[in-house]
């Protein structure tokens, strides 16, 4: 039996190649679809794999807490932020007072900057943020250094650059200690940040980082006060000891913001606590239905592909048909002439499939060399991908396989 499936994959090979035309346009609409469904499958893994660094990167532990609370768009449509309060010094020293199981933590206040060099500008957002924030958001300095508790407490007009605004004032000399002004006012350049290059939120690199306490009072003195007096906030991070911490966490920091709030018990948050987890499982889940969507997108062309074999396949049967009605007459039987028909479907498409494997990887990896991220291939989708162009194949050759079959002998050596 093994070696009639030898001769048979044989006799198929020697007839497609009898009409290597034919059987090359034949396959191309199935190496297109093979290869669309392994490109898109292995693009759609590597962002996912993206969003996922950008989020472990701080870790999973991570809270954060910003004014304003989560609400429906009309009709139902994206979630959005309706700041309806804000956070203040206050709330951050109670919250931070208040929980327990915190390793570390930190706030910052953002708003955008306009910066000036000789005549050179860059307009970016600024941070004025605590000293710890960048052991909580994973960020460092790598030339210079990052702001100091003694620049908080004395309010100095010291700046750390991100690597954008680096570029944009200081093309081609080392901006450590050189003086730029941010909204006319002159800040001293202590450090360089680390690059982070772009993400879905945009240039991260685009950010200068100065004292909390300067960016409340010295450079957004207006902005940064409530009608209170108090110095408000953007964020404030909270760092659990253990992601199994975090719920524990969340909830004592939700009960002392809504006692300091004066929320009572049927008032809805006037603020919002975010936790990295969550969004990772929502930017996951998001990305896993988009790939999962665009990979069923390409398998419609896997569908066309199919249709064009079967419409060859029709066509080899017309033209083979004495041959056909020979092979019976000396006794051939239809169940034969069946499986020969059949293997050269599943050949047509197996070999469409392996050139679609070679266009998908390279068309994936030529992709990502012009993005952030990189393409992941998984052996899994290699295998799906030619296992169902195979079915394909077997699928749509069954109806010309059974019709030659089932071609009565006597007529088919008449057939002209």
Do not use: C
């Not at 047509?348 to 392996?354: K, N, R, T, Y």
């Not at 990887?361 to 991220?373: E, H, N, Q, S, Y």
């Amino acid at each position: 039996m093994n070696m009639d499936v030898v001769e048979a994959v044989k006799l198929a090979l020697r007839t497609l190649g009898a009409n290597r035309l034919r059987a090359f346009l034949t396959m191309i609409g199935i190496s297109i679809g093979i290869g669309a469904v392994i490109a898109l499958l292995a693009i759609g893994s590597g962002v996912q794999q993206y969003i996922n660094d950008q989020f472990t990167s701080s870790g999973t532990n991570l809270l954060g807490i910003v004014p304003g609370r989560i609400q429906r768009g009309p009709g139902g449509g994206q979630n959005t932020f309706a700041p309806s309060s804000f956070l203040t010094m206050g709330d951050y020293r109670a919250v931070v007072a208040g929980t327990s199981n915190v390793e570390a933590h930190a706030a910052d206040f953002t708003s955008v900057g306009n910066f000036a060099y000789e005549s050179r500008t860059s307009q970016v957002q600024v941070s004025g943020v605590t000293p710890s924030f960048s052991r909580v958001r994973n960020w460092r300095a790598i030339s210079g250094r990052f702001v100091e508790e003694a620049d908080n407490n004395s309010r100095a007009r010291v700046v750390v650059l991100g690597q954008t605004v680096v570029n944009d004032l200081f093309p081609e000399e080392d901006p450590l200690g050189k003086q730029v002004k941010i909204n006319g006012l002159p800040f001293r350049v202590i450090g360089v940040m680390e690059s982070k290059g772009s993400s879905f939120l945009g240039d991260q690199d685009a950010i200068a980082f100065v004292p909390l306490s300067t960016a409340q009072e010295r450079l957004f003195q207006r902005q940064a006060q409530a009608r209170t007096g108090e110095r408000v906030l953007s964020t404030i991070y909270l760092q659990a000891t253990s992601d199994a911490a975090r719920p524990q966490i969340e909830a004592t920091a939700r009960d002392i913001l809504r006692e300091r709030h004066r929320l009572g018990p049927d008032d809805a948050d006037d603020f919002s606590i975010i936790s990295q987890t969550e969004l990772l499982n929502t930017f996951g889940a998001v990305t896993s239905v988009l790939t999962l969507f665009l990979g069923a997108i390409a398998a419609i062309s896997l569908l066309v592909g199919g249709i064009g074999i079967m419409n060859i396949m029709l066509v080899s049967v017309t033209e083979r048909t004495r041959e056909i009605g020979l092979r019976k007459a000396i006794g051939a039987t239809p169940a034969a002439i069946l499986g020969q028909f059949l293997i050269e479907a599943i050949v047509l498409s197996f070999i469409g499939g392996v050139f679609g494997i070679v266009l998908g990887v390279g068309i994936a990896f030529g992709v990502t060399r012009f993005v952030d991220f990189s393409a992941i291939v998984q052996p899994g989708a290699i295998i799906l991908a030619v296992g169902f162009s195979v079915a394909v194949g077997l699928f749509f050759g069954i109806y010309p396989a059974r019709r030659a079959s089932k071609l009565n002998p006597i007529d088919a050596l008449r057939f002209e």
